[in-house]
Nanobody, 124 residues
Framework: QVQLVESGGGLVQPGGSLRLSCLAS????????MGWFRQAPGKEREFVGL????????YYSDSVKGRFIISRDYAKNTVYLQMNSLKPEDTAVYYC?????????????????WGQGTQVTVSP
């Protein structure tokens, strides 16, 4: 079992930055890919980005590419989502997820463990 806890959400103005953290505990040795997803009210859960074991490979959705950066600190069992140049359309609950699979494409079904989510609101 893997437990994930997100933190760092909050209210930020458009153009601002925010960094989310995801602390993993439990059977973390089996995790290959860590991902971030988000869900806005009335919408389906949306893929944001992912990072592979060792942090060597990252992949982002087109909507956040160039603005968001995912990093992974193995020593701290933590994954970060640095969000820059935030827009009101980035407002959502952000979820951290873990997958034991290699070569995931970003489908939520590929991730077996999820955090409880943290709210990010981008508003003047």
């Amino acid at each position: 079992q893997v437990q994930l806890v997100e933190s760092g959400g909050g209210l930020v103005q458009p153009g601002g930055s925010l960094r989310l953290s995801c602390l993993a505990s439990g059977r973390t040795f089996g995790i290959y890919t860590m991902g971030w997803f988000r869900q806005a009210p009335g919408k389906e859960r949306e893929f944001v980005g992912l990072v592979s074991r060792g942090g060597g490979t990252t992949y982002y959705s087109d909507s956040v590419k160039g603005r968001f950066i995912i990093s992974r600190d193995y020593a701290k069992n933590t994954v970060y989502l640095q969000m820059n140049s935030l827009k009101p359309e980035d407002t959502a609950v952000y979820y951290c997820a873990a997958s034991l699979q290699f070569g995931v494409t970003g489908s939520p079904a590929e991730f077996g463990s999820w955090g409880q989510g943290t709210q990010v609101t981008v508003s003047p």
